[in-house]
Nanobody, 114 residues
Framework: QVQPVESGGGLVQPGGSLRLSCAASGSPFRMAWYRQTPGKQRELVAF???????TYAESVKGRFTISRDNAKNTVHLQMNSLKPEDTAVYYC???????????WGQGTQVTVSS
């Protein structure tokens, strides 16, 4: 299984926006974004299923939007009103129904700082 590939990270000021993208192989059932900071567990940010159902972490609701292009097997994470606590490495994860065949991307750094 080919590893998903993330893009779009970078440095942004508080209150700014960034858009992350992830290109996957095949048509995974679930495409998700996680994030991790040093010394902490990786946490779910948001996911979207092939049917378009979405789930968000409470900390990003109303600020982040996950979207999926099934024709291109890509998933995007639009991040608005960014806060310093959003600083993390963001990972894309794909998996099939029932959590089978999970695959992680290499991660992309997002830094929110003035």
């Amino acid at each position: 299984q080919v590893q998903p590939v993330e893009s779009g990270g970078g440095l942004v000021q508080p209150g700014g926006s960034l858009r992350l993208s992830c290109a996957a192989s095949g048509s995974p059932f679930r495409m998700a974004w996680y994030r991790q900071t040093p010394g902490k567990q990786r946490e779910l940010v948001a996911f979207v299923t092939s049917g378009g159902s979405t789930t968000y972490a409470e900390s990003v609701k109303g600020r982040f939007t996950i979207s999926r292009d099934n024709a291109k097997n890509t998933v995007h994470l639009q991040m608005n009103s960014l806060k310093p606590e959003d600083t993390a490495v963001y990972y894309c994860k794909t998996e099939e129904w029932g959590g089978r065949y999970p695959s992680w991307g290499q991660g992309t750094q997002v830094t929110v700082s003035s």
